[in-house]
């Protein structure tokens, strides 16, 4: 069973940075798409970021693009979105997700195969 660890998540003012890490247990993130997910209280859940396997190529939401940043480290087997200038709307739980596939869509449509626990990030001043 593939696990996935959030961390990094905490509370911040409007401006600052953040960090997220994925990490996976038992299991290689190598071979799969990665991407994170969001979900603000009374909202629905929004695919914020994917990275693919083979070219790294990425797929940003609207809301963040030009903010964050996701990467990959293949020999920490781990993920990271770094937020910057976050936004009170950025407030919510935020979970990683392993694809099916290698790759990620042009839509930001994932088809997430594992979940994280999540990790909350709250920007309020």
């Known amino acids: 069973q593939v696990q996935l660890v959030e961390s990094g998540g905490g509370l911040v003012q409007p401006g600052e940075s953040l960090r997220l890490s994925c990490a996976a247990s038992?299991?290689?993130?190598?071979?799969?798409?990665i991407g994170w997910f969001r979900q603000a209280p009374g909202k629905e859940r929004e695919a914020v970021a994917c990275?693919?396997?083979?070219?790294?190529?990425?797929f940003y939401a609207d809301s963040v693009k030009g903010r964050f940043f996701i990467t990959r480290d293949e020999t920490q087997n781990t993920v990271y979105l770094r937020m910057t200038s976050l936004k009170p709307e950025d407030t919510a739980i935020y979970y990683c997700?392993?694809?099916?596939?290698?790759?990620?869509?042009?839509?930001?449509?994932?088809?997430?195969?594992?979940w994280g626990q999540g990790t909350q990030v709250t920007v309020s001043s």
């Open positions: 990275i693919s396997s083979s070219d790294r190529s990425t």
């Open positions: 997700v392993r694809d099916r596939r290698y790759y990620c869509s042009g839509s930001g449509v994932m088809e997430a195969e594992y």
């Open positions: 038992r299991a290689t993130l190598s071979m799969y798409a």
